[in-house]
């Protein structure tokens, strides 16, 4: 690991907005229950924690205490019917119903209603299989990454590969490979959110170089695989100074940024057609 003194910050904002991306609200979780500050709000490793990119405020936006037992968050996501996908470092139960730290879990916060959502721990050849990171791409397919080496269907990847998984065929493939995001070709992925243009806002296990720039564990960095770039998005410094491990991400768009945008242009080309 580097001397984290030594590593130049970017800015949150800056870095952002030389993604094109809009600046939302930014949903995290760590994986230790030391330090557990952002924003002035004090935290748990179970809980959901809403903040700006720069981490200047928070909220608890789903707390520990909605999991039956053993809450500890390893991977979240919300899908666009509004429901939760979940996975648990530990056998956990929500809703009344206990699930393997392999699942990967729906929750519909309106009805507190939980169900397997196309993985389990059944779909991995092996038992003992842990879903580290989640997010789900435009095709609507689920992208993930695990604690340890695993495979599906004879399929295999490393803890450090972006695996995609069909959720037709239910057929797994390597998306982009921990050789290619991690300078030495080794590294663990901790946090994972997929953005529409193909790029990934990821957290790692420890703290890791890629694309020539040192990250700490607590940062949440931009990775751009068809140029193999990382900036950073979010710091570890938000903490104040905690030694802090991002465990799972998701980001709420700003409302009337990308996708308004998105739509302008539409317009705009309708219009000269």
Not at 54 to 79: P, R, V, Y
Not at 126 to 154: H, P, R, Y
Not at 168 to 174: E, L, N, R
Not at 255 to 264: D, I, N, Q, T, W
């Amino acid at each position: 690991m580097a001397n984290k003194t030594t590593r130049f910050l970017a800015p949150a904002i800056a870095v952002a907005a030389l993604a094109g991306m809009a600046q939302g609200q930014l949903i995290l979780s760590v994986s230790n229950n030391t330090g557990n500050q952002l924003g002035g709000v004090t935290f748990n490793d179970g809980d959901m924690v809403q903040t700006d990119p720069a981490g200047t405020s928070a909220s608890i936006f789903f707390a520990e205490s909605n999991w039956t037992s053993d809450g500890d968050t390893d991977a979240f996501h919300i899908l666009p019917n509004g429901n939760y996908l979940f996975s648990s470092l530990f056998n956990s139960s929500i809703g009344g119903t206990t699930f393997d730290d392999a699942d990967l879990i729906e929750f519909d916060p309106n009805t507190g209603v939980a169900s397997i959502y196309f993985i389990s721990e059944s779909t991995f050849d092996d038992d003992f299989e842990d879903i580290s990171g989640v997010s789900t791409l435009a095709s609507g397919n689920i992208v993930f990454s695990t604690l340890t080496d695993a495979s599906i269907g004879g399929v295999g990847f490393t803890d450090g590969d972006l695996v995609e998984y069909d959720i037709t065929t239910g057929a797994a493939s390597v998306l982009v490979s921990e050789a290619q995001i991690f300078d030495d070709g080794d590294g663990d992925i901790y946090g994972i959110h997929a953005n529409d243009d193909g790029t990934f806002l990821l957290s790692a296990v420890a703290d890791e170089m890629i694309s020539g720039t040192m990250f700490l564990d607590g940062d949440i960095f931009l990775y751009d695989p068809a140029t193999d770039s990382a900036s950073l998005f979010f710091s570890e410094a938000s903490f104040g100074g905690a030694n802090q491990d991002v465990d799972a991400i998701f980001v709420i768009p700003a409302p009337g940024s990308a996708a308004l945008l998105a739509l302008a242009g539409v317009a705009a080309v309708r219009r000269r057609r």
